[in-house]
């Protein structure tokens, strides 16, 4: 079922089709609370209220022209503004095809800078997603670039992926951010481990070996995960090294295990909550039915009347 899900998510004939339906456009709602970043920022305050922070991303994937990426950069140039001025702790993430890499690279390089020194300025901070392997090693080298002159920026990292271990160590003389995710896409066994047993073990070792590798140094890690009995798992088994529950971030998305988001903050760890928006929802809304089924029982449901 996943990978008919993920299939589903690159089908361009269904992305044109299925989200004009209303019972689609309902189910999304339960993981993203509305198109425009006002509803976002909205979802934000009872997160804001109980300590928890916000990082938002608006949904889109590979652009076809230059122009498009130009107008997608100017809109997270004017979002770090409006969650300033909404009094909100927010920090923003994108992807680096919504800001044209397929089309130039040194074109997206430029919109990240632009929008990390921005971000900076306003006292937060540009994370950066990661996609189908297909672009990892480019969006690696982008960060690698960034961060020699942007240092309130971080990369997301896939522990389904076989190179990732090395990525780490190639990434840590930067003091680099990053936050760890299982990874989102259907990739090839020659690329990403299937069984996810191994994915699991991979997820934790590599978070314990980075966060007790730093040896003083700034480490900023981050764990993308509904999966609490891994995350409980990494904070014992660093808290010998001297790493509380606050030594690392908790980031989950909108809707999804909330009650556990608020279990967490009040048992001692950070906690961040990554909003999505936007009218461009339809792959992303794949994912997250690729990722449990019983979501698509929920979407279904929103057939009834
Ligand atoms: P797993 O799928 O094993 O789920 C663990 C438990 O969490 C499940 O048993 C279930 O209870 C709950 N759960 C998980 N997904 C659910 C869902 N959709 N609906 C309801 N319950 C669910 N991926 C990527 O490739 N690139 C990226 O840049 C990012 N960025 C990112 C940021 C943040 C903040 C998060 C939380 C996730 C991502 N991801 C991502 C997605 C990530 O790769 C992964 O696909 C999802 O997080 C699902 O995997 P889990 O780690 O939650 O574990």
Redesign the pocket.
């Known amino acids: 079922m996943r990978r008919v899900f993920l299939w589903a998510a690159r089908n361009r004939w269904l992305r044109e089709r299925l989200p004009r339906f209303r019972f689609m456009r309902r189910a999304v709602r339960r993981f993203m609370p509305g198109e425009t970043l006002e509803d976002a920022l909205a979802a934000a305050l009872p997160l804001q209220a109980a300590g928890i922070e916000t990082m938002y991303t608006r949904l889109g994937e590979n652009l076809q022209r230059v122009e498009e990426a130009e107008e997608v950069a100017a809109h997270y140039l004017a979002a770090i503004d409006k969650i300033v001025a909404a009094g909100i702790t927010g920090e923003i993430s994108v992807k680096p095809t919504q800001l044209g890499l397929d089309l130039d690279p040194e074109i997206c390089l430029d919109h990240l800078v632009r929008i990390a020194a921005h971000a900076a300025a306003a006292g937060t901070y540009l994370w950066i997603?990661?996609?189908g392997s297909a672009y990892t090693e480019a969006t690696i080298v982008l960060y690698e670039r960034l961060r020699a002159t942007q240092p309130r920026t971080g990369i997301?990292l896939?522990a389904y992926l076989r190179r990732t271990a090395v990525d780490f160590e190639r990434l840590r003389p930067l003091d680099p951010a990053i936050?760890l995710?299982?990874?989102?896409?259907d990739e090839k066994e020659s690329v990403a481990f299937r069984d996810r047993r191994n994915v699991d073990s991979n997820f934790v070792g590599l978070s314990v070996a980075f966060l007790l590798g730093g040896h003083g140094r700034p480490i900023l890690l981050s764990l993308?995960?509904?999966?609490v009995t891994l995350i409980e798992q990494i904070a014992e088994q660093v808290r010998p090294g001297g790493i509380g529950r606050d030594g690392f971030e908790v980031?989950?998305?909108y809707g999804?295990?909330t009650d556990e988001q608020f279990r967490l903050k009040k048992a001692g760890y950070r906690v961040q909550t990554?909003i999505a928006y936007g009218e461009y929802w339809y792959p992303w809304y794949m994912?997250?039915l690729a990722?449990?089924p019983?979501?698509v029982w929920f979407a279904l449901r929103q057939m009834l009347p």
């Open positions: 997603d990661m996609e997301c896939q936050r995710v299982k990874g989102a896409y993308g995960t509904h999966d980031a989950m998305l999804i295990r990554l994912r997250r990722e449990r019983a979501n």
